[in-house]
């Protein structure tokens, strides 16, 4: 199981309302279904992305926040503090697999991801520069296989807390099942 207790918090910079609002969602959902427990938004605040990452996890359930950061810098520096390990996301940086032994042994971590282009500070405030692979892709599968390094697979068996939907899964179609414990029932789509 992933381990109960584990901070991890993604720092995405940079956020841009028209250019990056799927992406930046993408990122928030993968850092919810991979165990992250706080999704932070640094550049553009956009209310609706913060309303629509709200309204998969009251569906979805998980105990992961979202947050805004006014100065990426200061988030890094308040999570340094209180003893996370910062690691930031880079085609340029170690492969994960040499590093990830080392990284695994905290229990706080803070992963920043970059969007356009990333402040040379990133490379410096972070205790480990990742590659994930060293060849230029994206934020969200570099996000997803590094959590998934992190954890060695078990957050694929995580269970999220409060969830008033979840899937039944199912060999042909799709099986949704609702926790009829929440009153405030909310019709989930067929996406
Ligand atoms: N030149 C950028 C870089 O440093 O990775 C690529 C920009 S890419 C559009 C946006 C973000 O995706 C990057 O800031 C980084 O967080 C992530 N990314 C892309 N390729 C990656 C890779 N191979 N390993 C780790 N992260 C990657």
Excluded at 7 to 20: A, C, K, N, S, T
Excluded at 65 to 73: R, T
Excluded at 115 to 144: C, F, M, W
Excluded at 147 to 170: I, N, T, W
């Amino acid at each position: 199981m992933v381990q109960t207790g584990c901070e991890i918090g993604v720092l995405r910079l940079g956020h841009r309302i028209f250019r990056d609002k799927r992406v930046t969602m993408h990122a928030f959902l993968v850092s919810r279904a991979f165990g992250a427990t706080s999704f932070i938004v640094h550049g553009d605040r956009d209310s609706k992305l913060e309303e629509k990452a709200k309204r998969v996890i009251k569906d979805w359930g998980g105990r992961i926040s979202i947050g805004y950061s006014e100065d990426w810098l200061k988030t890094v520096e308040d999570w340094r503090s209180r003893g996370s390990l910062i690691v930031h996301l880079t085609m340029y940086g170690m492969p994960v697999e040499n590093v990830i032994e080392s990284i695994r042994v905290t229990s706080r971590l803070l992963v920043i991801i970059g969007g356009r282009k990333v402040p040379r500070e990133a490379y410096d405030v972070s205790d480990y520069n990742v590659a994930v692979t060293n060849q230029p892709h994206s934020e969200i599968a570099a996000l997803a296989m590094f959590l998934d390094r992190f954890f060695k697979g078990q957050e694929l068996y995580m269970q999220h807390e409060k969830a008033r939907v979840f899937v039944v899964p199912s060999p042909k179609g799709k099986v949704i099942c609702r926790n009829l414990f929440y009153k405030e029932e909310k019709k989930v789509g067929r996406g």
